[in-house]
């Protein structure tokens, strides 16, 4: 479902900013406590978090947690049980049409005619919004790098292109804040790479974009921030790199005679993990030797063990540091729980 942007007046109420590079960033998105319940279930139950203009910020959760309910909410398609959603500093609840006026989203799949061309779908949109003319038609064909395509028909078009095309409905009017649920869905490596590329794009412009996803691996190459959210609740909110470098720190070592090192390093207060399954990447465990040990300790104190490995005539064949994931970071906030 798309929502696209109305002509819009000056904001006249007051939103929060953000010092980011010596330069203050408006905040465009706020997000209060939200809550949201159906008969007598809490889809939401306590959501709050603020986005920036000019970052990507990600809402990171399993099918199932949520998001698209925030998501609707966030565009008043639902209104909330309780709580607030301030867009530009309108209350969506309470001043809807200033609000939606700064938003352009895509909720769940972008709807487009298949039987016209990507240029006509514009139109047809552009029409529905006051000002809207065929220059802008072209800025945001541009933008979305539909040049050589925009007069096909879009049942010819690639999922990839259909999002892309859904994507440049959203900015036809000019919008402050791009909602995308699940935007990766369905694409292929090439297609979610390039989408990347464009939506970090379009939040160096200056645009506030608010990403939803269940992909960790997109949301960590992708997103500025990122708030994590499981059974109706947000976990944590925070830049990406700061939540991982909060995440436990992991060294792997290889060193023979194993069973010599594996004392050295319990003697030094280094913390052994008995079980590496439960903590690290099936990736990185398909990397390791069964004679690998894998411990907790900071990187920084690998140094000064070296010189007592070689002192106890241990050799050292490999040492790993792991990088925190925001996967191990979701494992760890959510006891499990299930996400790709």
Not at 202 to 226: M, P, Y
Not at 282 to 295: H, K
Request: net charge negative.
């Amino acid at each position: 479902m798309n929502a696209g942007t109305k002509r819009r007046p000056a904001p006249d109420g007051g939103s929060g900013a953000d010092v980011h590079g010596g330069k203050q960033r408006q905040t465009v998105l706020s997000v209060e406590h939200l809550r949201k319940r159906i008969g007598r279930k809490w889809i939401v139950q306590d959501v709050t978090f603020e986005v920036q203009e000019g970052e990507v910020f990600g809402f990171l959760g399993p099918n199932g947690a949520g998001k698209t309910t925030t998501i609707r909410m966030l565009v008043d398609l639902i209104r909330p049980t309780e709580g607030k959603v301030r867009i530009c500093g309108y209350d969506v609840r309470k001043q809807p049409e200033q609000a939606l006026a700064y938003v352009g989203s895509i909720v769940e799949n972008p709807e487009v005619y298949p039987y016209l061309t990507g240029w006509e779908n514009l139109q047809h949109f552009a029409r529905m919004m006051p000002g809207i003319g065929e220059q802008r038609i072209a800025e945001v064909v541009e933008v979305v790098g539909l040049d050589q395509r925009i007069h096909d028909k879009v049942k010819t078009y690639s999922l990839g292109m259909r999002q892309r095309l859904g994507i440049a409905q959203a900015l036809l009017g000019r919008p402050k804040l791009l909602i995308l649920d699940e935007p990766t869905n369905g694409l292929d490596p090439k297609g979610i790479k390039e989408l990347r590329i464009f939506i970090r794009r379009l939040a160096e412009e200056g645009l506030a974009v608010f990403v939803s996803s269940h992909l960790l691996s997109e949301i960590q190459l992708l997103c500025d921030r990122v708030a994590i959210i499981s059974r109706g609740r947000v976990l944590t909110v925070g830049a990406v790199e700061e939540l991982i470098t909060q995440n436990s720190n992991y060294v792997i070592w290889e060193l023979s005679p194993r069973e010599s090192g594996l004392k050295l390093l319990s003697a030094a207060g280094i913390t052994i993990i008995p079980d590496p399954d439960q903590v690290l990447d099936d990736t990185i465990l398909a990397g390791m030797s069964e004679q690998a040990i894998v411990t907790q300790m900071l990187p920084e104190e690998v140094p000064a063990l070296m010189p007592r490995l070689v002192a106890e005539e241990i050799q050292v064949h490999a040492v790993q540091k792991i990088n925190p994931t925001l996967e191990q970071l979701f494992l760890e906030l959510t006891e499990g729980e299930s996400i790709e």
